[in-house]
């Protein structure tokens, strides 16, 4: 069964920073690009940032580039989301998402809340 | 950027009804590959959204024949017919011709 769990959510003040993780099982995570999407409170999904399965292609939202930055460790099967000089408006659920030929598999998301 | 924009934001439906929800694009969704990444989603409450379409009319693994895809270009459409209970909730388009767009979202709910 394919899995991923996202971590490293939490309370963050204005301007700093966090760190989340998504851990992936049940397929073979070094053939895959991921994803990372968000939602804010009660809002829709918005696409934050793409990894090739290798690392070689990388995108982001113009909302979150030069602040956020995706990776991956494949040998831990993780994805990161590092993110910084953190906003209230980056407040949301964030969801990592498998993307193969389809973006098919999503966790449950790790809450941040960006507030003083 | 590509926008996506989803009518209607909200639409009510007695269960055994009909239903459609637009997505348009600001730009078309024909890859140079000549493939249409347009997508649909379902986010029931409390849950991550699942895929139900991929590729504007292909059913993704397990999801109904209720279910149905189509459009072309900049103007898709899905329709759903018969609804169920399960079928409640917030639908998405999304676009990857393009990195990643989603719509707005339209809220399925009882009338």
């Known amino acids: 069964e394919v899995q991923l769990v996202e971590s490293g959510g939490g309370l963050v003040q204005p301007g700093r920073s966090l760190k989340l993780s998504c851990v992936a099982s049940g397929f073979t995570f070094s053939n895959y690009g991921m994803n990372w999407i968000r939602q804010a409170p009660g809002k829709g999904l918005e696409w934050v940032a793409y990894?090739?399965?290798?690392?070689?292609?990388?995108y982001y939202a113009e909302t979150v580039k030069g602040r956020f930055t995706i990776s991956r460790d494949n040998a831990k099967n993780t994805l990161y989301l590092q993110m910084t000089s953190l906003r209230s408006e980056d407040t949301a659920l964030y969801y990592c998402?498998?993307?193969?030929?389809?973006?098919?598999?999503w966790g449950q998301g790790a809450s941040v809340t960006v507030s003083s | 950027d590509v926008l996506m924009t989803q009518t209607p934001v909200s639409l009510p439906v007695s269960l055994g009804g009909q239903v459609s929800i637009s997505c348009r694009s600001s730009?078309?969704?024909?890859?140079?590959?000549?493939?249409?990444?347009l997508h649909w989603y379902l986010q029931k409450p409390g849950q991550s959204p699942q895929l139900l379409i991929y590729r504007v009319s292909n059913r993704f693994s397990g999801v109904p024949d209720r279910f149905s895809g189509s459009g072309s270009g900049t103007d898709f459409t899905l329709k759903i017919s018969r609804v169920e209970p399960e079928d409640l909730g917030v639908y998405y388009c999304?676009?990857?011709?393009?990195?990643?767009?989603f719509g707005g979202g339209t809220k399925l709910e009882l009338k």
């Open positions: 730009q078309s969704l024909v890859h140079s590959d000549g493939n249409t990444y």
């Open positions: 999304l676009q990857s011709t393009h990195l990643w767009t």
């Open positions: 990894i090739s399965s290798g690392s070689s292609y990388i």
């Open positions: 998402a498998r993307q193969g030929q389809l973006m098919d598999a």
